[in-house]
């Protein structure tokens, strides 16, 4: 009963109306939220009317200072934070004098909100970092990146996911305004080393190392995917950011280990591929820098008569010799090799190289899973591939590119797992091979050319390694002399040792060759009529292909034969006024004295070509002269490397111990004579462009003079025949340079090199005009 009542109470309570009292007012609600406050004093510092501000603070638009702004920056709301960055560029940019005295408070307060939860804010920021570091010397910003680096790794270990994409995003801008500072020991204990860790991190690649560890193993970091809302770190887009600033990283980075561990005089033409081929280094480097030499302090052009056993003749050959006379500081005709230590030595040692092939471990299986899911969409028939797959599989192109070739230019390399892993990953790539659009689109054209020229380069290296881990080295072949109607053609008796490679890596050889052939006579993949050219930077990534086809024929395939034909047909037909002239220019001078050097121990011989190769050599050398004329004064180096090829095959002779056939000296002395002296149908006599070739000034001797450099080469084609007569034509080349010289400075020298010839007595008695 008790307990009855009480509830029948407890109900009625429940709809009872409370009694109001007279004066006691409405009660307030249950729920009511009490708002009442009581306080003492407020203080609003920055409107107190007790404090005098200074007129010549600078103020934005919203009359915020830049200690305002600063104070911004640790807002609570993410809008007040992204809106104090924006107004810190506008402040910035309208007085620009802050930046120096407030650099290290600026940074100190930006690099907090590189980690910052809100996108809009990190955004924000990445605006400002865009504009902002740009301006800033690098000696000044230098100081402050081991703290931007800080927070910056840090990110990318952050547990969002956009937190570390964005991170990335910080980490392309520091690349570009101070990348030696973010690649610092990459490979060690530096800000590089957790740059690289947190890659690997975001690409679940694993990011333990070590060789005695076995495979890298993914951290936890790296083996959880996290998601938020409807962002994922995994989509292709944000991949696509990950691999694309990791390939820069990597790019940059090895980069700067070449930079320090080879000398900072880099050749124009990279000769690093024909290591194998040489005895030494050193034979290689000389070889390397014959069109590229410096002059010497102080020489001068000397004659000396030797005799040629294998024909008999009496051939003049140039010399130089120092001394200290009238003609002190010219450039002569021997030296014309400075060896220097370019870029073919390995830029991995020690350390460095354990780290990189690791790290191509780590990355093997990331990089093959990429390709894989991207392979179909990218190489579909019917349709081009989106904009994001492409460059997303350019990007592994461009990672597998960068650390390959690094590690496989070193001539130590023992690593059969790493061969092993290139292997397999150009094994998957192989059936797709030549790539192709589905249909014609220059941009989606283009980036296939780069993804072709990037496996052909990538299958060269294989086939070298290959050879070097198998050892099959190349045989220096024996010499004997072939005569024909023609002409003597001296060649090499070769005991034919092909490439031992298998039947997929010969497979793959086989279609780089073909792809080359067809991209240097200009074939496009869509059948059209007009030849396309190519370009300097496509001829430069593609020299070591060419090198490898022709210096590795394979068993049964006649490649390097059609190679050797196809650059020879580009050397011919590409215009002078093309750049890639000049590396047509030197490819074909490297390859016809490669049988006239005595360290050269490789397969390739042009002697032992077709004949068809041959006389296009000797129509390529014929044509040298047009070029020049052509070329004037309008690109200096190119004519440079034009002259000294054709004086380092003067040098060698004519067959059968050099490479020119007598015909061939003897139409190459006609033609040069229009370079120099020009005799016009109606305006007579006219200097031809060595005339408006650039002469230095004294003090400049360490530099190349284009005068005397051509004179060289008119005295060494004049002294190149043995026994001159009226009726040859080094008569009117001789006459021809003594009116192109008549009263200017290179006259004394001309006159110097004509009294030290074996010929001087007959073209100061004998010549006379034949114009």
Not at 74 to 84: E, I, V
Not at 122 to 133: C, D, G, I, Q, Y
Not at 703 to 714: M, P, Q, Y
Request: aromatic letters at 8%.
């Amino acid at each position: 009963m008790p307990s009855s009542s009480r509830k029948k109470k407890a109900k009625a309570a429940d709809f009872s109306k409370a009694k109001l009292k007279l004066g006691k007012g409405k009660r307030p609600a249950d729920n009511v939220i009490d708002t009442s406050f009581k306080a003492r004093s407020i203080v609003l510092p920055s409107q107190s009317i007790a404090v005098e501000k200074d007129e010549s603070t600078p103020l934005t638009r919203r009359k915020l200072s830049f200690d305002d702004l600063l104070a911004h920056f640790k807002h609570y709301s993410a809008g007040t934070r992204k809106d104090a960055i924006y107004s810190m560029r506008e402040l910035l940019n309208t007085h620009p004098h802050i930046i120096t005295s407030s650099l290290s408070t600026l940074l100190a307060s930006c690099v907090r909100l590189i980690g910052d939860e809100d996108a809009h804010v990190r955004k924000a920021l990445l605006s400002f970092f865009a504009w902002f570091l740009p301006l800033l010397p690098l000696e000044d910003l230098r100081p402050h990146m081991p703290m931007l680096l800080l927070f910056t790794t840090s990110a990318q270990t952050h547990i969002f996911p956009e937190i570390r994409v964005d991170a990335v995003r910080f980490l392309d801008i520091f690349l570009e305004v101070a990348p030696d500072c973010v690649v610092d020991g990459w490979w060690g204990d530096g800000h590089g080393k957790r740059v690289i860790d947190g890659y690997l991190g975001l690409l679940s690649a694993g990011t333990k190392y070590g060789g005695a560890e076995g495979p890298a193993q993914a951290t936890s970091t790296a083996s959880v995917v996290l998601s938020r809302g409807n962002y994922r770190a995994d989509t292709p887009q944000s991949k696509l950011v990950v691999l694309k600033s990791f390939a820069n990283f990597l790019r940059v980075a090895i980069d700067s280990q070449q930079r320090t561990g080879t000398s900072s005089s880099t050749p124009s033409f990279p000769t690093w591929y024909m290591r194998r081929s040489f005895n030494s280094q050193q034979a290689l480097d000389k070889f390397g820098e014959l069109f590229h030499s410096q002059p010497p302090a102080s020489i001068v052009m000397r004659w000396r008569e030797s005799l040629d056993s294998d024909n008999c003749e009496e051939d003049f050959i140039c010399t130089a010799e120092e001394f200290s006379g009238p003609s002190s500081g010219i450039w002569g005709l021997e030296d014309l090799v400075d060896p220097l230590t370019g870029l073919s030595e390995a830029p991995f040692m020690g350390t460095e190289e354990t780290f990189a092939i690791n790290l191509a471990r780590s990355l093997h299986g990331t990089l093959l899973a990429t390709f894989l899911d991207s392979a179909p969409t990218l190489f579909s028939p019917s349709v081009n591939p989106p904009e994001a797959e492409v460059q997303m599989v350019a990007s592994i192109f461009s990672i597998m590119h960068t650390l390959f070739c690094a590690l496989f230019q070193g001539q130590d390399l023992q690593d059969t797992d790493t061969y092993d892993g290139l292997r397999v990953l150009l094994g998957h790539i192989t059936g797709y091979f030549p790539f192709t659009p589905a249909h014609r689109e220059i941009t989606i054209e283009q980036a296939f050319q780069g993804l072709n020229i990037a496996y052909c380069e990538l299958t060269s290296l294989l086939v070298q390694t290959h050879a070097r881990l198998h050892g099959n080295p190349a045989s220096r072949p024996q010499s004997h002399v072939r005569n024909g109607a023609a002409g003597a053609l001296a060649t090499r008796k070769r005991s034919m040792m092909p490439l031992a490679l298998d039947k997929k890596l010969s497979g793959q050889l086989q279609r780089v060759g073909s792809y080359v052939t067809k991209l240097l006579r200009g074939h496009s993949s869509f059948g059209a009529n007009l030849p396309r050219p190519v370009s300097s930077a496509v001829y430069l990534s593609l020299l070591p292909t060419i090198w490898t086809l022709l210096d590795q024929p394979v068993e049964g395939q006649d490649v390097s034969a059609l190679v050797l034909d196809a650059a020879l047909d580009h050397a011919l037909l590409t215009s002078s006024t093309f750049a890639v002239k000049k590396l047509t220019v030197e490819l074909v001078g490297r390859v016809a004295m490669l049988d006239s050097e005595v360290d050269y121990q490789g397969h390739f011989s042009l002697r032992s070509s077709s004949p068809d190769s041959w006389d296009k050599v000797q129509e390529w050398v014929m044509n040298l002269p047009r070029v020049l004329w052509e070329l004037g004064s309008n690109d200096s180096s190119s004519s440079e490397v034009i002259m000294r090829v054709l004086l380092c095959l003067l040098k060698r002779g004519t067959c059968p111990s050099g490479i020119l056939e007598p015909q061939t000296l003897v139409s190459l002395c006609t033609r040069l004579v229009p370079f120099f002296t020009i005799n016009h149908p109606t305006r007579g006599q006219i200097p031809g462009p060595f005339a408006s070739l650039p002469a230095l000034p004294p003090s400049s001797s360490h530099l190349t003079d284009a005068r005397r450099l051509a004179l060289d080469l008119a005295a060494t084609a004049i002294c190149a025949q043995s026994v001159p007569s009226p009726e040859r034509c080094t008569d009117t080349l001789g006459w021809a340079v003594e009116e192109a010289v008549r009263g200017t400075k290179e006259q004394d020298y001309w006159e110097h090199v004509v009294d030290a010839m074996p010929m001087s007595r007959y073209y100061q008695n004998e010549v006379k005009s034949p114009l």
